[in-house]
């Protein structure tokens, strides 16, 4: 007896086929890559073409390893039918459509090594109806990755997965073998402890670890896992490890925190989930697990996140090429196929059968602290935030936004507001944050960062602001507490030159223009609420002598909130200062008003505070960086 295909699996595999109609319609014969309108990337045009190519085939791959609906048939061969083509004339040197060959430091090498994956992932349709000097052809292609070049972070992976490709198909060269076992173990070296890899260059632990250490550690655990156990051992075990702690990150709504470097992937971070079920190395409740994924999946393609042709775009939750890095294109977001790695599950496997089981978001508030990564995770009213200790803004970061690692905290249905040079001459955005400005203008936000403690209660870490060109140094040391919606702030400061400090709240978005609100001269409960009920505030306690908006209300200037095209967030400002300073302030964003009523301190003395609230009733704070104030 045929077991029927859940609705579950066929909603899944629906989806997928959503996405591909838009780019099907792209497909031209004769060609190998996709006309997405849309920005281009630094890289160059054969690099946003083969981009193009490559990760809608990963989304194609997902689709076609799916168990085939009767109605789909057509389609399925006519896809498959245009990556075959396409997969060779770019890869032939003498054919117009070529993508030309790997090169130091190139995209290519990240492409070609996701298009290996989806080759075995689907290999029936993509690979196996090659012929013999077709599939030459590609192998010769492909090996053009070999002494490169690459970036010291998950890019080593892609090397990995070509290599053992190649060899897997015969086309292996005597060295490829060290050069795949040196690169995974440079990899290895970046975990951290629990799952968690630091990025290599990139210095920051964020998305990426679903988006790809795990993505990649585990399609080689299972694709060539076999030739080294212990080490396909290890790196399922890490994915146990992750997925344990990465559950926490996803709102009751599906939505997981933008945060970190290339957001615009969005529903890519959920690929861990399924991959871990597809491998066995998750013993989460897989009821939970799907709902998760759905959740996430739901929350992004309901959105308005396609552009006019119907593909998708870069943005969030909704089209905002700001957001891009500058290595990204018009086909960058399709990296989020990834996100599908559910449909390798097999339609009979529990996973698409037991009943849904809440989030840990819909259960209630908690706070996970990730000592390794030194990042706390807490839930709030069915939202969820990231409180961020422990990622650097290094050098390298600093092309690809600031913003996206050096705020005290990223929470989902808030987002953020973004920073470019060129439009506003700084690299860091005031909302959720701690910076400083200079007697010639310059902004700088937070630099090298050191957790220095963290528990489920609180979290602290020692960073710097400031730059080299001019020897702009300041010393910071910052504490951070919460309850409910509420933040507790305590930054100590040693300023090595004159400065004025900015501490931003919440940046709330909003749809429609319109919203006016007055500047403040003096500190005080600094309060917004927009009609919808949603509120940010930020109450000074120590430190400041004025406050101020930072607000998109108008087309005026240019857009800078991930979630909407208007923001309004307020600011406390300091004097003109310098040498030792002590800053305290409570920041809160929510939809209960009686909740947003300020804080009284009811007493401080030297590391201990108690605060009263009229609806939360006492908080008391121990803790050594706690002056007594007046």
């Known amino acids: 007896m045929i077991t029927p295909v859940p609705a579950a699996y066929r909603n899944w595999q629906q989806q997928a086929k959503r996405l591909l109609e ?17 920005i281009a990337s630094d890289h160059d045009a054969q690099a946003d073409r083969l981009e193009s190519f490559a990760r809608p085939l990963v989304l194609a791959a997902h689709y076609l390893h799916s168990v085939p609906d009767a109605a789909d048939h057509e389609f399925r061969d006519r896809i498959a039918q245009w990556f075959r ?11 117009p459509a070529y ?46 990755c070999r002494g490169g070049g690459i970036v010291n972070n998950n890019h080593l992976f892609m090397s990995v997965h070509i290599l053992e490709f190649l060899g897997q198909q015969g086309y292996a060269h005597r060295t490829d073998r060290t050069v795949i076992d040196t690169h995974l173990r440079q990899l290895e070296t970046m975990h951290r402890g629990g799952g968690w890899f630091e990025d290599g260059i990139n210095q920051a632990f964020d ?71 597809a491998n066995d190395c998750t013993g989460l409740p897989l009821g939970r697990l799907r709902r998760l994924c759905t959740r996430n999946l739901d929350f992004f393609l309901s959105r308005s996140i396609y552009q006019e042709q119907g593909c998708l775009s870069v943005g969030w939750t909704d089209r905002f090429d700001a957001i891009a890095e500058v ?28 009943p849904e089981e809440p989030l840990p978001a819909e259960l209630g508030d908690f706070a ?23 990622s650097m803004v290094g050098n390298t970061q600093l092309r690809y936004g600031a913003w996206k690692w050096s705020k005290l905290a990223y929470r989902t249905g808030v987002g ?6 060129k439009d506003f001459a700084t690299d860091w955005s005031l909302d959720s944050a701690l910076t400083q400005e200079t007697d010639d203008g310059r902004v700088f936000g937070r630099h090298s960062t050191v957790c220095v403690e963290m528990d489920e209660h609180h979290l602290g870490y020692s960073h710097g602001m400031g730059s080299k060109i001019g020897q702009v140094s300041t010393g910071a040391e910052s504490f951070l507490w919460w309850k409910s919606g509420w933040l507790l702030h305590v930054h100590q400061l040693e300023a090595r030159q004159p400065v004025t400090y900015r501490l931003g709240g919440y940046a709330l978005p909003m749809a429609e223009p319109g919203v ?36 998109r209300t108008d087309d005026s200037i240019p857009r800078r909130h991930i979630h909407a095209p208007y923001h309004v967030c307020p600011i406390l400002r300091t004097a003109r200062t310098s040498g030792a300073t002590f800053l305290a302030a409570l920041s809160w964003t929510g939809n209960q008003q009686a909740e947003a009523q300020p804080w009284h301190l009811a007493r401080t003395e030297p590391g201990k505070w108690l605060l009263q609230h009229p609806t939360l009733g006492l908080w008391e704070i121990t803790h050594w960086s706690l002056p007594a104030l007046a």
């Open 22 to 38: 838009p780019l099907a319609a792209l497909m031209q014969p004769g060609l190998a890559d996709l006309s997405i309108k849309g």
């Open 85 to 95: 083509s396409g997969l060779v004339i770019g890869s032939d040197p003498t054919h």
């Open 99 to 144: 993508w030309g060959p790997d090169a130091s430091y190139h995209q290519h090498h990240v492409e070609m090594g996701l298009m290996t994956i989806g080759l075995q992932i689907a290999p029936a349709q993509l690979w196996t109806p090659l012929t013999q000097a077709q599939k030459d052809q590609v192998a010769r292609w492909l090996g053009t």
């Open 207 to 277: 998305h990426y670890n679903a988006y790809a250490f795990h993505f990649y550690g585990l399609w080689w655990a299972r694709l060539h896992g076999d030739r080294d156990p212990a080490r396909a051992t290890r790196w399922r075990e890490w994915t146990r490890q992750f997925v344990d702690d990465y559950q926490y990150f996803f709102a009751a709504s599906g939505e997981h925190p933008a945060f970190g470097r290339s957001i615009c992937y969005r529903f890519n971070a959920i690929n861990v989930f399924g991959l871990a079920v």
């Open 327 to 354: 290595y990204s294109c018009a086909a960058s977001p399709y990296w989020c196929a990834k996100g599908f790695a559910a449909l390798t599950i097999p339609p009979d496997h529990p996973f698409w059968h037991v």
């Open 368 to 390: 996970r602290a990730i000592a390794p990564a030194g990042l706390l995770v807490r839930g709030v009213g069915g939202e969820v935030e990231i409180l961020n200790a422990g």
């Open 416 to 421: 953020f507001t973004l920073a470019r040079k």
């Open 516 to 551: 006016v609100v007055a500047a403040n001269s003096t500190p005080g409960n600094v309060t917004y609420f927009h009609p919808d009920g949603r509120g940010t505030v930020l109450q000074p306690l120590h430190g400041f002598s004025a406050a101020e908006w930072d607000n």
